[in-house]
């Protein structure tokens, strides 16, 4: 059974920074691609980034760009989302999801493209 685990949300000002997790397990992990994704209230749920994790390909969204950096530890089965010089516009619940292969990172960093799903971890980012 696929399971995906976040956490690091939190509150922080604008201009800081926070570091998401997403601890995966019941799939071999090199194989998939996996997502993060975010939905504010009232709007859809849109890619943030996503990486493959068995050859490193990463895809971010314009409007995150020099900003988010994301990364795996293949040791712990975790995909990390370095959120930097975050701005009140990223606020949202953030959620990791996992696409198994077939997969093309950039072209399926979309949330249909993904079949399972963690709870999601809030973010908040006051001005």
């Known amino acids: 059974e696929v399971q995906l685990v976040e956490s690091g949300g939190g509150l922080v000002r604008a201009g800081g920074s926070l570091r998401l997790s997403c601890a995966a397990s019941g799939f071999v992990f090199d194989d998939y691609a996996i997502g993060w994704f975010r939905q504010a209230p009232g709007k859809e749920r849109e890619g943030v980034s996503c990486i493959s994790t068995g050859d490193g390909m990463t895809y971010y969204a314009d409007s995150v760009k020099d900003r988010f950096t994301v990364s795996s530890d293949h040791a712990k089965n975790t995909v990390y989302l370095q959120m930097n010089s975050l701005k009140p516009e990223d606020t949202a619940v953030y959620y990791c999801?996992?696409?198994?292969?077939?997969?093309?990172?950039?072209?399926?960093?979309?949330?249909?493209?993904?079949?399972?799903w963690g709870q999601g971890t809030q973010v908040t980012v006051s001005s």
């Open positions: 999801a996992a696409n198994a292969p077939p997969f093309t990172v950039a072209a399926d960093c979309r949330p249909r493209e993904y079949d399972d």
